[in-house]
């Protein structure tokens, strides 16, 4: 097999000329549990493995990239989410800007005045890559990056097994945060809310798992990996 392989180097090529690039990292998880797993020994369960197809191509895959001279970032422990946002992070506190190519929604957290998310997506059976700048995760969403991580503690994500609060999805997470901006707001008073009592209710009950899926949700931005510039050079 080699369609994943074609695929992701066209990708790059495409990103490479449309970013003008200078400093270059490739993210990948590492095959073993990370911190969050640690912290819920549920996190992730019941996700299928990756396609031994797909899988047989990732080795051959890394050798190109190294060849190409291009930087590979793995950290035990950690997501290649997590290792995007270090570096993203170090990009800002350097006064860069920085470009995040993903397929992971995850990674709109990080967007910002420097960083850009470029998610890739499908649309109508096709293909399409959506620059996300903090203008249009707000025109989306109607919130800011940074309470994204606050939507995905109440509504929780299947994809990944983070509870979030049960009894409570999509439409009321946005409807809790677009009201109360956000999970301490949210919980500072329960009893105080203007809310349905049922709805309360569920808040009240769901405030440990509330908080355990912001953790589990929440990018970490200082894992343990070189942040250098020249690194990726």
Do not use: W
């Not at 970013?19 to 590492?30: L, P, R, Y």
């Not at 979030?164 to 901006?181: D, I, N, Q, S």
């Amino acid at each position: 097999y080699t369609n994943a392989i074609v695929g992701f180097l066209n990708i790059l090529q495409k990103l490479r000329s449309a970013t003008d690039a200078t400093h270059i990292a490739v993210a990948f998880d590492v095959h073993a549990p990370t911190f969050r797993h640690q912290q819920y020994d549920a996190y992730k369960a019941g996700r299928k493995g990756m396609p031994e197809e797909l899988r047989q191509q990732m080795e051959p895959l890394k050798s190109i990239l190294r060849a190409m001279g291009l930087t590979l970032v793995e950290q035990a422990g950690y997501e290649a989410d997590d290792i995007l946002g270090t570096l993203s992070a170090a990009a800002e506190q350097a006064g860069n800007p920085c470009t995040l190519a993903t397929g992971d929604r995850d990674s709109l957290q990080l967007v910002s005045d420097r960083v850009t998310v470029l998610l890739a997506t499908t649309k109508m059976g096709h293909p399409e890559t959506v620059p996300y700048t903090p203008d249009t995760v707000m025109e989306k969403y109607g919130l800011t990056p940074h309470q994204l991580i606050d939507l995905k503690a109440l509504q929780g994500d299947t994809s990944d097994n983070i509870p979030g609060v049960p009894g409570v999805g999509e439409k009321t997470a946005l409807e809790l945060l677009h009201r109360f901006g956000s999970l301490d707001a949210i919980y500072a008073d329960p009893a105080a809310l203007d809310i349905r009592d049922s709805l309360r209710q569920k808040l009240i009950a769901g405030r440990d798992s509330a908080y355990m899926s912001r953790e589990l949700g929440t990018i970490c931005r200082p894992a343990p990996i070189d942040t250098a510039p020249d690194t990726y050079a």
